[in-house]
């Protein structure tokens, strides 16, 4: 049996709050069986194809604002989507510019219809991203290289879970700006939809402050070729939006700031030993006014250069012996009324700083770590063990909670085990049906100690894709391992053809390989 | 302390049969601090540097042929090396090719004298990589980006090792010949002077033959796009040629020939179930005449294409239950003699292989297997367990022995381990010098279920290079894991300045990084 290559198109689109991001437009190219859908993934909601075919060219294929819609022409996010996937489509094709002019005698129109005009606008936790309509899959028939079939196909969809992110980490290795543009592509023909940019940490602090240059020019690897630039950042928010994905920066404290003090001085907490000052240093000085001013300057710009609502606080693995030793951070707590409960000091330092960013008008996220001390957050699960107790317990808290735990990429281990990441059920512990709908979603973690620029695509994909399904679609049809296994062969197939470096699974090939210079 | 640039470079170089290859040039660009060797890798057998410093610009440096070499200008290996490892040392200086010319006005010129002019051949098993004189270290210097500063040094070396191979595996995914000629590049920098081509298996046979091209146009994943055609097998092997490196093809049978039986009906032996064929295959059929007059034919071939004098020949993991369900093989035993011992068919049918390639004058070499009944050829260890008891075992028959069990790179497992590809001591076990002279080398073996061209590179490097130190350098001199790190981190950033894709090693950044596309 030839190997097809095919296509879905969403013709009319429309949702609760129908920004039109590319999950509306829901345009896949699919390498697929004929009359199969191995090849759509995540797996819609409802799929149903037909065998009733139509031949598809260029020439006759077209997309264009259907008359209901309220976004008109030159809506900058479902041009760009158009011209992208016409592109996908028709490689060869190169009069794609074309594609959403003149379209009324075109056979084949692909009307695109929202319910509201957001094209300036940013994707949000409450973006709708549901899609109903008649739809067509594309096939590549083997005898016709340069002609398609669409097969008559419907498609309901929606997502399971409204966050669906994965966290890069460009602290560890530095990670080129092409390098996350073309993760962010991977992440949309996904389904992801939040890119978490773990952007500093201990051993580097690549984004350059406008507020405080020191901390790159002094913190970055390299103060010049190792950076993020207010122009870089802004080009990966808008190559995000357009693909319909939030950028959700983290700025983790009071730990993992060891590159933070090399550009500004007396945040970091100086270390004693034996009394007197060892030279080293430890988390965020807590005990310090400086130190709030600054974190109030720092995120007053953080909140105006990420547009998204929501910021990640970080507050994980705090190391509390260089707080214990230092005698101002002990005076403090004797003075605050904290004793010995570092705890407590734990809770006042982030009590203050969520307390900052609310005043921006963001939500906060933090590690689980913070929920053992603080309880007014959104709360990211990230311990193994038994990581849906932990869920259970913040959803009982009343707090929503995002899983990371069983999707930390990078961790030691086969690199070819997907499965793992598939046979994963977020929501498989006892709890009230409200406590569940506080699982907001799962979040795929690719930690940079062993990841740069070289290992990233082939680490990522198409493993995380094994967690992207489990966060769209409908688990009751997306449980077996052995069903899913040829639909994401396929998937990774597609995936390579649109230039993704994403790693076999097993023995085979694909009709485009992936060419490497 | 800023990173610094450097290169060493052989001034004259001799050898017992010194074909001028690139081992014998020895011309590196390094990442080191000043007046250290940490970026030389594999680790030189002797290397002294002092602090004599030279002022060194593209317009004053040149390579040139010695007044005594026996090669002189014009020779192909030389010419080729001198200008790409100027363009290495040079990247942005776009006069390269005059670097053979006009000589003798340069400061710093670069004397290239060889014992023999070998210049037209193939590197071959008893090439010398001896190098022995003068050298220099360039150290690129952190306040003056574009002049170079070399360091008067000197430098001894040779292999510890003659065999110092790669496992390509293109049959259970097929890698395009760019990828494999980038992996020639990268073995180069390691001083790898073998690829090994498990160039066909039980999934594919992308081998294109002028003899049988059924085999290819029916066993290929695909008859055009998934194929080695004649031009492409030349142009891999005149590729390793100009780097040092040996081509040793392998067409492993009697099993992992699935691929085979597509494109050559009657070579597979028809396997039985009640009495009757099944209508599935097991390996080679070693009853029929004709399985030898093909193999005759297809050797003959193969030993024409491929110029070095060893053929491997496979030879393991023979699954015995198809031939035992064959009447007609069981026949094919009483008449032989064999009773129902099938350790003796194989023995059979190996000795009819071996005698074929002998005939065309070719080193046979065979998976460990293949020793339990046959004693007449090179043995490859790789099964896992006591290898070094395996080895010793071989060693102590007398024959050859290639060690590959410690260098499975493929493998499952955390893929940063690159300590593990280390510590490895191919020579620790009981034996006289002459058993332990019978080890010439070792191999990293990339197999291909889980590998093909998306992940090939940051697999293998740089934590094959662990195995190319181990196999070139002293064991006294490299014995340790933490002396190797920093040497091996600043080496992989040189191979990411060549264009390697070689993954990191942990926490950190190279002054060049990769950037993916």
């Known amino acids: 049996m030839p190997v097809r290559d095919m296509s879905v198109m969403c013709a009319v689109c429309s949702g609760r709050r129908a920004r ?33 075919r139509y031949p598809l060219t260029p020439q006759a294929f077209c997309f264009s604002y259907g008359r209901r819609s309220a976004a008109r022409p030159g809506c900058s996010v479902l041009d760009a989507a158009s011209e992208r996937y016409f592109s996908l489509i028709f490689p060869d094709y190169t009069y794609a510019n074309d594609v959403l002019r003149l379209s009324e005698n075109k056979p084949f129109t692909v009307e695109i219809s929202v ?30 290289c340069y002609r398609y079939f669409v097969n008559k196909t419907k498609i309901e969809d929606f997502p399971r879970f409204q966050f669906r992110g994965i966290l890069l980490d460009t602290s560890r290795h530095y990670l080129p700006v092409k390098t996350i543009l073309k993760s962010l592509d991977a992440m949309a023909y996904n389904k992801f939809n939040v890119f978490h940019w773990h952007i500093v940490d201990d051993p580097s602090f690549p984004y350059q402050s406008h507020t405080f240059p020191d901390l790159s020019s002094k913190g970055a690897f390299h103060p010049m070729t190792h950076i993020y630039t207010q122009s870089d950042v802004r080009r990966v928010i808008s190559y995000a939006r357009l693909r319909g994905i939030r950028v959700l920066p983290e700025f983790d404290s009071p730990g993992h700031t060891k590159s933070w003090g090399k550009g500004q001085s007396d945040l970091l ?39 998204d609502s929501y910021i990640h606080l970080g507050g994980d693995e705090v190391d509390l012996s260089c707080w214990r030793s230092n005698p101002y951070v002990r005076a403090f707590m004797q003075k605050m009324g904290f004793g010995v409960d570092f705890a407590k000091l734990e809770a006042f330092y982030m009590e203050k700083v969520v307390n900052i960013t609310s005043f921006f008008n963001k939500t906060s996220i933090v590690w689980q770590d913070v929920f053992d001390y603080h309880e007014r957050v959104m709360v990211e699960v990230w311990k193994e063990g038994c990581y849906l107790c932990e869920v259970r317990r913040v959803a009982k808290a009343g707090l929503r909670v995002i899983l990371a735990s069983p999707w930390y990429l990078d961790q030691p281990g086969p690199t070819h ?62 449980s077996s391992v052995d069903k899913a296994f040829p639909r994401l062969q396929d998937f990774r197939c ?24």
Not at 132 to 143: A, E, G, I, V
Not at 451 to 460: S, Y
Request: charged share 20%; with cysteine.
């Open 20 to 52: 039109p991001n590319l999950n509306l437009l829901l345009l896949l190219i699919l390498l697929l069986g004929p009359h199969t859908v191995e090849g759509v993934w995540p797996l819609p909601q409802a799929i149903t194809s037909s065998t009733e």
């Open 115 to 144: 319910d509201h005009d957001d094209c300036d606008s940013y994707p949000m936790e409450n973006s709708s991203e549901k899609c109903k309509d008649q739809l067509m899959l594309l096939d590549d028939t083997f005898w016709s």
């Open 269 to 307: 907490t100086p270390c004693y030993k034996g009394g007197i000052p060892s030279g080293t240093f430890g988390p965020v000085n807590p005990a310090l006014p400086s130190t709030y001013q600054f974190m109030e300057r720092l995120f007053k710009e953080v909140s105006a250069v990420f547009p």
């Open 417 to 478: 085990n997907w499965a793992r990441y598939y046979t994963v059920w977020p929501l498989a512990f006892k709890g009230t049906e409200e406590q569940k709908s506080l699982v907001i979603g799962g979040e795929v973690c690719m930690w940079g100690e062993y990841v740069d620029a070289t290992n990233l695509a082939p680490r990522l994909w198409p493993r995380a894709s094994a967690a992207a399904e489990r966060l769209w679609s409908n688990e009751k049809q997306t």
């Open 494 to 517: 597609i995936l390579l053809r649109r230039g993704i470096q994403a790693e076999p699974l097993y023995v085979g090939h694909c009709k485009h390989e992936y060419h490497s210079v």
